[in-house]
């Protein structure tokens, strides 16, 4: 089912996003307890949006690559949306949404570190951070996204293709 490579992909991806997560989480929960919330709620945001696809994903009950980026749409959209069939519109507004809020969290969490950087007794876990976080995002977007079952109609996968450009 698996290669061996995009196993390992996979593995690298997700340890190096849950690790940088977990970081992010931690240092706004001692920071700012209001980042630290709007980056939570675009994260759910994101994912509750991204439901309304993975509802009409022609690969559910397969192994999601998305799963592995700690995104909970496949099993939202078992939940939260069931088999209802929706709208191209629906759909497309959906795709809008998650790639709008995706990206607002990555930011959030990436300018966050960034603006971390400069304590200098952050200096070593911030940097630590940011490497995970750019190894998951590179992995993730330009590495395993192109490669999908479902490319065409992924929110993920067409931000992919718009940073490959």
Known sequence: MFSKNLAF????????VVIAFMGII??????SIIILVLFISL???????GGIICSQC????????????????PFLSKIVYKK???????IEISAIFVGVFGLSYYCIGFISLIILYWNDSLLLIV??????????????????CPNC???EKCP??????????
Not at 9 to 16: A, K, N
Not at 26 to 31: E, K, Q, V
Not at 43 to 49: E, H, L, M, Q, V
């Open 127 to 144: 940097l630590i951070l940011l490497g995970l976080f750019i190894t998951h995002f590179l992995i993730s977007f330009l590495s395993l």
């Open 58 to 73: 022609p690969f559910q009950n397969k192994v999601c690559p998305g799963v592995f980026q700690l995104y909970f749409m």
């Open 84 to 90: 209802k069939e929706y709208s191209k519109k629906t």
């Open 26 to 31: 931690i240092l706004l929960a001692l920071r």
């Open 43 to 49: 994260w759910i945001i994101t994912n509750f949006s």
């Open 156 to 165: 993920m996968s067409r931000i992919s293709k718009t940073l490959g450009k």
């Open 9 to 16: 992909r996979l593995l690298i991806s997700t340890i190096s």
């Open 149 to 151: 079952n479902n490319k």
